[in-house]
Nanobody, 113 residues
Framework: QVQFVESGGGLVQPGGSLRLSCVTSGFTFSSYAINWYRQFPQKERELVAAIASFGDNRIYADSVKGRFTISRDNAKSTAYLQMNNLKPEGTAVYYC??????RGQGTQVTVSS
């Protein structure tokens, strides 16, 4: 059974940091690129970052470049998203996804003072 479980979200002040985790099971994690998406309250969705199967290639949305870092640990079947200098417009549900495999339910990130 394929599973994606995100964690690490919460309420943080502007300028703060959070580290999200995505623990997966049920498929060969190391064979796939991993994506982090976020869905805003108005339901618009944005690809935040993606990382290739062995971490040798990463891409970021322009809105998070220089502040977010995506990484993965293939031995643990887990992906991470380190988010620094968070902004209020970053308030969203963040979830991980593998194309044609599945996605998690997401973890809420709220950036507010």
């Amino acid at each position: 059974q394929v599973q994606f479980v995100e964690s690490g979200g919460g309420l943080v002040q502007p300028g703060g940091s959070l580290r999200l985790s995505c623990v997966t099971s049920g498929f060969t994690f190391s064979s796939y690129a991993i994506n982090w998406y976020r869905q805003f309250p108005q339901k618009e969705r944005e690809l935040v970052a993606a990382i290739a199967s062995f971490g040798d290639n990463r891409i970021y949305a322009d809105s998070v470049k220089g502040r977010f870092t995506i990484s993965r640990d293939n031995a643990k079947s887990t992906a991470y998203l380190q988010m620094n200098n968070l902004k209020p417009e970053g308030t969203a549900v963040y979830y991980c996804n593998v194309a044609r495999i599945g996605r998690g339910q997401g973890t809420q990130v709220t950036v507010s003072s």
